[in-house]
């Protein structure tokens, strides 16, 4: 799989931070513990999903210094000492970094605020100097009802994928960041914007006066679009 071989090519981060469409606050939470448990939010899968570990250290000292970025960029912010990591961070990451032993912590979205996304991403971009690798978790196409085991991927889901790396790559962040852009297939590609919005916290913490570039497309049980996109200077090897 394409993350596997994700890490290897990147350089390594001191710290991680991930945007995750699995976890909504307000005001926006930021994970505190020096050892995060992790949440199974999911149901109904396979009993070994529910055994697996990722025992990556939180960042408190980190945790901190975000929230005071954020605070500064006008985003009320608020420490959650015992919340753990979702799936929406560690799964991705097990996969990035099976060893576990990169100080991460997560960062709740807004609800329904795409004017505190992209300040959120602002805030957060001033933490990349550091050596911070910043995730937004979510999905590009994201409708569990069009869920097919036949992985037949339907015009309406092509069409979106389409638009979406058209506005990432050529068109900018204001055709993405106002809903009233939005084509008439994203009704049915997210029927709630979470799992699409962390790609906005991610574009502006990575630069969003600059296009980002797709580095990875598919599509999973046929609807569902796991395509990766990279912001900001551009990584060797990605």
């Known amino acids: 799989m394409w993350l596997r071989a994700l890490g290897a090519k990147l350089p390594r981060p001191q710290h991680i931070i991930v945007v995750s469409a699995h976890w909504i606050a307000d005001p926006v939470a930021i994970t505190g513990a020096a050892r995060p448990d992790l949440i199974y939010d999911f149901y109904g899968f396979p009993d070994p999903l529910y055994d697996m570990q990722y025992p990556a250290p939180g960042d408190p000292a980190l945790a901190a210094r975000v929230q005071t970025a954020l605070h500064r960029a006008g985003v009320d912010a608020v420490i959650d000492p015992a919340r753990g990591f979702d799936h929406g961070a560690w799964a991705p990451l097990k996969m ?7 100080p991460t912590i997560q960062v709740s979205l807004p609800h329904d605020r795409p004017d505190k996304l992209l300040e959120m991403g602002d805030a957060l971009r001033s933490l990349r100097d550091d050596k911070t690798l910043i995730i937004g978790s979510g999905a590009t196409v994201h409708n569990l009802k069009a869920i097919n085991l036949r992985n037949d991927t339907a015009p309406w889901a092509q069409s979106f994928e389409q638009w979406l790396l058209e506005v990432v790559e050529q068109k900018g962040i204001d055709e993405l960041a106002n809903p009233s852009n939005w084509p008439a297939e994203f009704a049915m590609a ?18 969003r006066t600059r296009p980002g570039r797709r580095v990875y497309a598919g599509f999973d049980y046929g609807n569902i679009g796991m395509s990766c996109f990279a912001f900001g200077e551009d990584v060797p090897g990605v």
């Open 96 to 102: 990035i970094y099976p060893e576990a032993d990169i």
């Open 190 to 207: 997210h029927p709630t914007a979470e799992h699409l919005t962390p790609l906005l916290v991610a574009w502006t913490a990575g630069d």
